[in-house]
């Protein structure tokens, strides 16, 4: 069918086509073709050869189903988790991890061929997770009521919904959590704790919307913090009640923290926070700098594939003793403060002023007096300081999914750093930014993805542009 033809396209809903899967998304979703139209397979993996029921079709693609499996891929594996894929969190549980790499990596590379147009001078391997399991340091979980029981339950939502799965033994998190789980569900289920009700979106009635767990990978604390829709002396009594029985139960929860947050709203905590039991912050170390985390603390949540992409990105930056590292959308200053000791000076920006006082104090508590941090949007202070001139050697960037602004690719520009790392969770915004920046003056020398999030959809990559001098 030619491009622009007003023919029907060649599938119908229901109708049960010959597949085979050449390829897959990052939303776990096996891709093959059928008369010229890309199909999309939930659950299917690469070499696949099934008959695939077709379910919904567009004008330039489809979306089906196996209906029935002739010759599995080799890279099938049998899924550890009783609720996949029915919880929306892991997208590759059906497929080995060696699988999983391998795809997230060709995903990273495809990205910077066909979005940026580039070809980097050196592509390394992937960083696969020693520990695709077991990695998370922090959970949300929501709090509903188990349809089953009827009584109170934690889990995750479906994919996309808000219809909650009940789950306490997620492979993805600390073995901890699950016990913790369980113990606040029977809690919640006896007569004491009765007005400490699940919480329900569509009414907007009830008490405890999330359980908030953090630990650390390398101190082991955690923390306990309860997110609720509203707060009374009651609520409070019941909820310390039940964090002095956790910590009694389980020595490694260090902080019991209460955190309000009564808006009609997807977002999980409020403004308000109050420690319960215990300590307000908990201790952990990233790439050997001394951090405390509190609920609202940005932190990466796989420690040990952070720190290996950490020192990657020191190593692609290449400090020297004499240089100026600036460091933009810092978060809590790790990236920085990791290099502190082998550069002259570190400058540190971040948006979110609760980060950049996390940053601060982690530079006090690590004797670091070379680094100094600035609350405000990046692109906004990176302007101020290139119209200043301002010439940091180095930048690190580490934006958001969304990528960078003009702005901050702009400044960046103006103040012609030598050398440019890029850290990103979003190949294809990362692909946008370093093809905007090579177009003005700088090559792309070396790519490596990385995969912080096994079994889910998401990869993250580093890169190294240098000026053209």
């Not at 580039?118 to 391997?125: G, K, N, Q, S, V």
């Not at 009584?151 to 808000?162: D, L, T, V, W």
């Amino acid at each position: 069918m030619s491009r622009g033809s007003k023919e029907a396209p060649p599938l119908r809903k229901n109708q049960i086509i010959p597949l085979q899967i050449t390829g897959m998304t990052a939303e776990g979703q096996g891709v093959g073709h059928f008369c010229g139209l890309a199909v999309f397979v939930a659950h299917a993996a690469p070499g696949d050869e099934a008959d695939v029921r077709i379910v919904k079709v567009q004008k330039n693609l489809a979306y089906g189903i196996i209906e029935q499996m002739h010759t599995p891929s080799s890279d099938r594996t049998a899924p550890q988790c009783s609720v996949y894929p029915k919880c929306g969190g892991c997208v590759f549980q059906h497929i080995s991890y060696e699988a999983e790499c391998r795809i997230k990596a060709q995903i990273v590379s495809d990205a910077f061929t066909r979005i940026g147009h580039l070809t980097p001078e050196t592509l390394l391997p992937i960083y696969g997770a020693e520990q695709p399991s077991g990695y998370r340091n922090k959970a949300q979980y929501p709090c509903g009521t188990d349809p089953e029981t009827g009584k109170p339950c934690f889990g995750f939502y479906a994919p996309r919904s808000h219809r909650l799965i009940p789950v306490t033994d997620c492979q993805l998190q600390h073995r901890a959590f699950g016990d913790i789980l369980r113990m606040c569900e029977e809690r919640l289920a006896q007569p004491d704790f009765a007005a400490l009700t699940p919480y329900d979106e569509e009414s907007g009635r009830g008490v405890l919307r999330h359980l908030y767990l953090r630990q650390g990978c390398h101190s082991g604390e955690i923390m306990v913090c309860f997110v609720a829709a509203k707060q009374s002396a009651e609520i409070t009594a019941h909820f310390r009640t039940l964090g002095e029985a956790l910590m009694q139960q389980f020595p490694d929860i260090r902080s019991v923290m209460l955190n309000v947050n009564p808006a009609r709203t997807n977002v999980i905590l409020g403004k308000k926070t109050v420690c319960l039991c215990g300590a307000e912050t908990i201790a952990d170390t990233l790439c050997g700098v001394p951090v405390r985390l509190s609920p609202q603390s940005f932190y990466q949540v796989n420690t040990v594939q952070a720190e290996r992409l950490f020192a990657e990105a020191k190593r692609l930056a290449d400090p020297q003793k004499d240089e100026l590292l600036l460091d933009l959308y810092c978060g809590a200053g790790a990236i920085g403060l990791s290099m502190a000791d082998v550069v002259g000076r570190v400058i540190g920006v971040e948006v979110v002023p609760q980060a950049v006082a996390d940053a601060k104090q982690n530079a006090k508590r690590a004797g670091i007096t070379n680094a100094a941090f600035y609350a405000g949007d990046a692109g906004d202070i990176a302007a101020k300081f290139a119209a200043e001139g301002t010439h940091p050697d180095i930048i690190v960037l580490d934006p958001p999914r969304k990528g960078c602004d003009a702005v901050t690719l702009d400044a960046c520009l103006t103040m012609s750093p030598k050398r440019i790392v890029m850290i990103s969770c979003n190949p294809a915004t990362a692909a946008r930014d370093v093809a905007y920046l090579c177009g003005k003056g700088y090559t792309l020398n070396v790519l490596r993805p990385a995969d912080f999030f096994p079994r889910t959809g998401h990869v993250e990559c580093v890169v190294l542009l240098t000026r053209n001098d």
